[in-house]
C-alpha cells in the first residue's frame, strides 16, 4: 500500500504536467490586447516565425472630426499604412516551452521594440514584455484569448 501511495503521488504530478504543457503554435489565435480595443491575428509564417496583425479595432475609422482623414480607416501616422493592415508583433521565433522572443510595434509612437511573450499554463492568457536594450526595463502587456476576430 505504501508503494502505492508513493508511485501515486509520483505519476499523478508528472502526468498532469505533460497535459499542461505549452506548445510552439499555442500563441498563434486571436488575442483581446489590454485594453479589449483591438484584436490581433497571430499566425505562423512559412519560416517558422509568428506575426500578428490588427484584424478588428474598436474604431476603425477616424473618430475626429477635425481631421482631414475623418471617418475613414485610421491610418498609422508613422508608416502611412491603415491599422487594420498594420503588422505589430514579428519575427517571433520559439525560444523554450512556453516562451517566445520577437519584436513588438507601438503604432501609437512609432516605435518597435523586442519582444518577450509568455502563455499561461492554459493558453488563455499571453504576457508581453517589450524593452529596449535589457528586458529588466522594459513593459508588460497582457492579451487575452478569443474564439474570432468579431
Not at 500563441?27 to 517558422?48: L, P, R, S, V
Not at 481631421?67 to 523554450?96: K, M, S, W
Amino acid at each position: 500500500m505504501k508503494l502505492f501511495i508513493a508511485l501515486y503521488t509520483l505519476i499523478i504530478p508528472v502526468s498532469l504536467n505533460v497535459f499542461s504543457q505549452v506548445n510552439e503554435d499555442d500563441i498563434c489565435g486571436y488575442w483581446f490586447t489590454e485594453n479589449n480595443e483591438a484584436i490581433i491575428k497571430i499566425t505562423k509564417n512559412g519560416d517558422n516565425t509568428f506575426s500578428g496583425m490588427f484584424c478588428w479595432l474598436l474604431e476603425p475609422n477616424e473618430p475626429d472630426s477635425t481631421n482631414a482623414n475623418f471617418g475613414n480607416p485610421i491610418i498609422d501616422q508613422h508608416t502611412g499604412i491603415p491599422y487594420l493592415q498594420t503588422i505589430i508583433l514579428r519575427d517571433a521565433v520559439y525560444a523554450e516551452t512556453g516562451k517566445w522572443k520577437g519584436e513588438i510595434y507601438d503604432p501609437r509612437h512609432g516605435t518597435t521594440y523586442k519582444c518577450n511573450i509568455s502563455l499561461s499554463e492554459n493558453s488563455q492568457t499571453m504576457t508581453l514584455k517589450g524593452y529596449i536594450g535589457i528586458s529588466l526595463l522594459g513593459k508588460k502587456i497582457i492579451w487575452t484569448r478569443t474564439c474570432s476576430c468579431q
